[in-house]
């Protein structure tokens, strides 16, 4: 069974970096799509960034273009996302997130797997 564990969030100001870790365990399949989710209360939950094994293709919401960054460490086992120019409304729960797929989706309904959220806080 597939598993995510996140971390990494945490309390920064307004321009500040952080770099959430998401390690995945048991991958049964060759081919997935994996990525960072987020969340407010009272609001949808939004895919922030993703990318595929097939094709390396990536997602960014516009909201983060050029300022997060998502990589991955297949020796680790590990989905990073590095968050630069943190804004206060990027404030939210993040979630990893895994989907069985050959394709980019941001569709949350196609990721199957989930890891718990990781809190960040950015203060101004």
């Known amino acids: 069974d597939v598993q995510l564990q996140a971390s990494g969030g945490g309390l920064v100001q307004s321009g500040g970096s952080l770099r959430l870790a998401c390690v995945v365990s048991g991958f049964p399949f060759d081919d997935y799509a994996i990525g960072w989710w987020r969340q407010v209360p009272g609001k949808e939950r939004e895919a922030v960034s993703c990318?595929?094994?097939?094709?390396?293709?990536?997602y960014y919401a516009d909201s983060v273009k050029g300022r997060f960054t998502i990589s991955t460490d297949n020796a680790k086992n590990t989905v990073y996302l590095q968050m630069n120019s943190l804004k206060p409304e990027d404030t939210a729960v993040y979630y990893c997130?895994?989907?069985?797929?050959?394709?980019?989706?941001?569709?949350?309904?196609?990721?199957?797997?989930w890891g718990q959220g990781t809190l960040v806080t950015v203060s101004s």
């Open positions: 997130a895994y989907a069985v797929t050959t394709y980019m989706t941001t569709f949350a309904y196609e990721y199957a797997y």
């Open positions: 990318l595929t094994k097939k094709d390396g293709s990536t």
